[in-house]
């Protein structure tokens, strides 16, 4: 992995398919990898409301729904599309890369 000091690289872009999330685990992070017409997106994998784990749950567009009690999210800005979920989602800034999926560093 090219990671440097501000950005992490996850997988490579083949690893995720069109219209499928990923799980990647980096560090203290548990991510979930989206490729929706050719552009990826990372948010928490964790659902906010609860156990639910986006990267199993069903992507229909930008819009991923949690398998566990079917709160909803946007994947490009992680606000809430449908309860019970009250907590946005964290997403992260992906990075221009060729060939993997690179985000920046969060902050904190
Ligand atoms: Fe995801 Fe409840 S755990 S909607």
């Given at each position: 992995m090219a990671d440097t000091e501000n950005t992490i690289e996850l997988c490579a872009k083949d690893d995720v398919a069109e219209g499928?999330?990923?799980k990647v685990e980096t560090g203290d992070l548990e991510l979930a990898v989206y490729r929706v017409?050719?552009?990826?997106?990372?948010?928490d994998n964790m659902c906010t409301h609860g156990p639910g784990e986006l990267s199993e749950g069903y992507l229909e567009g930008h819009v991923i729904e949690c398998d566990f009690h079917g709160g909803q999210f946007d994947i490009r800005n992680g606000e809430i599309v449908a309860p019970?979920?009250?907590v946005k989602l964290k997403t992260y800034?992906?990075?221009p890369h060729d060939s993997a999926v690179v985000i920046e560093a969060p902050a904190d």
């Open positions: 499928e999330a990923l017409e050719d552009t990826f997106y990372v948010t019970p979920c009250i800034k992906v990075v």
